[in-house]
């Protein structure tokens, strides 16, 4: 089973501030996956990439820049946070080859002030 | 455009009790892979179940989902609902996007 971590776990910010999110996945799967979770909306795709150097659209990405370092590695940007930006943030990756399960990590909480 | 519906945002059921979580959807790409996710309080989600064969019963942990691309429906059932089943449920469906397409989540309440 695919490994997927995140940090930090938590994050405190203020309006106007620079926060990254951080995802690993130690499984070497090609995609990787930002999501929102906020009551009332369910999880909403912001980017993801398949992989080093990719990066697509997804649903909601307006505020969020990513990257994808690695095949491991993949960040999210928010430059000039909002406390519409508060939220609940998951990461997850899918093997992309035969498989379509996608596998989370524990998310990040945060919360702009 | 793409969706996944679930009907009920909240479900309330007792203990030893059947429960059905509905999920319909409606996509126009071809879908490859239909999925369950549970998320316990204070977890992340997990995949229950998944299929990708029409009229095919699938199982896991107690529950089961059987694919009807007829109705396009994807409906979670279990014969006794247990107080541990108490969680979020999403229904998801993907293809040849890679992109998982969710609804909104089904909160299941278990009561004893």
């Known amino acids: 089973e695919a490994a997927v971590t995140q940090s930090p776990r938590n994050k405190v910010t203020v309006t106007g501030g620079n926060v990254t999110l951080s995802c690993r996945q130690t499984n070497s799967h090609n995609y990787m996956y930002w999501y929102r979770q906020d009551t009332g909306h369910g999880l909403r795709l912001i980017h993801y990439?398949?992989?080093?150097?990719?990066?697509q659209i997804g649903d909601v990405p307006d505020g969020y820049k990513a990257t994808r370092t690695t095949q491991e590695d993949f960040f999210l940007l928010l430059e000039l946070a909002s406390p519409s930006q508060t939220s609940l943030y998951f990461c997850?990756?899918?093997?992309?080859?035969?498989?379509?399960?996608?596998?989370f990590g524990p998310g990040t909480r945060l919360t702009v002030l | 455009g793409d969706s996944v519906t679930q009907t009920e945002g909240l479900v309330t059921v007792t203990e030893g009790l059947p429960v059905k979580l509905n999920c319909t959807y409606q996509?126009?790409?071809?879908?490859?892979?239909f999925f369950w996710y549970v998320q316990y309080l204070n977890e992340a989600p997990q995949v229950l179940l998944r299929?990708?064969?029409?009229?095919k019963r699938t199982e896991h942990q107690g529950f089961h989902a059987t694919l009807h691309k007829s109705s396009s429906s994807f409906h979670l059932q279990k014969s006794s609902a247990q107080l541990s089943d108490s969680a979020l449920y999403y229904c998801g469906v993907t293809g040849n996007t890679r992109k998982l397409i969710f609804g909104l989540g089904t909160t299941l309440q278990v009561q004893p």
């Open positions: 996509t126009t790409y071809l879908t490859i892979a």
């Open positions: 299929s990708s064969t029409d009229n």
């Open positions: 997850a990756s899918s093997p992309g080859t035969g498989a379509y399960e996608q596998y």
């Open positions: 990439s398949y992989g080093a150097g990719n990066l």
